[in-house]
């Protein structure tokens, strides 16, 4: 049984960096896709970054240039580094890992940015 365990939430102020961590454990599984979302209340989750196994990394718009996904394969860890955070950037950020059938989410971690 898989399970994705987050950590480094947290609060930061304005213009400060978090970095972000999610594990796999449970079993050896290799994920086509691990990503990021983030969600706020009464919002629909949002894709915040995700990369493949070959290498591609893709992000949605508002955080090109301040956010950086990477991944550690023999690790099964992905981390979100993120960089001058705004307080826009307050949500409940979820790990997602995907394989070619299965789709797995971590239980989210809090970031929260002051003005």
């Known amino acids: 049984q898989v399970q994705l365990v987050e950590s480094g939430g947290g609060l930061v102020k304005t213009g400060g960096s978090l970095r972000l961590s999610c594990a796999a454990s449970?079993?050896?599984?290799?994920?086509?896709?691990m990503a990021w979302y983030r969600q706020v209340p009464e919002k629909q989750r949002e894709l915040v970054a995700s990369?493949?196994?070959?290498?591609?990394?893709d992000y949605v718009d508002s955080v090109k240039g301040r956010f950086t996904i990477s991944r550690d394969n023999a690790k099964n860890t992905v981390y979100l580094q993120m960089d001058s955070l705004k307080p826009e950037d307050t949500a409940v950020y979820y790990c997602?890992?995907?394989?070619?059938?299965?789709?797995?989410w971590g239980q989210g971690t809090q970031v929260t940015v002051s003005p």
């Open positions: 990369t493949s196994t070959g290498g591609r990394t």
């Open positions: 449970g079993s050896p599984v290799s994920f086509n896709i």
């Open positions: 997602n890992a995907q394989t070619t059938m299965w789709i797995y």
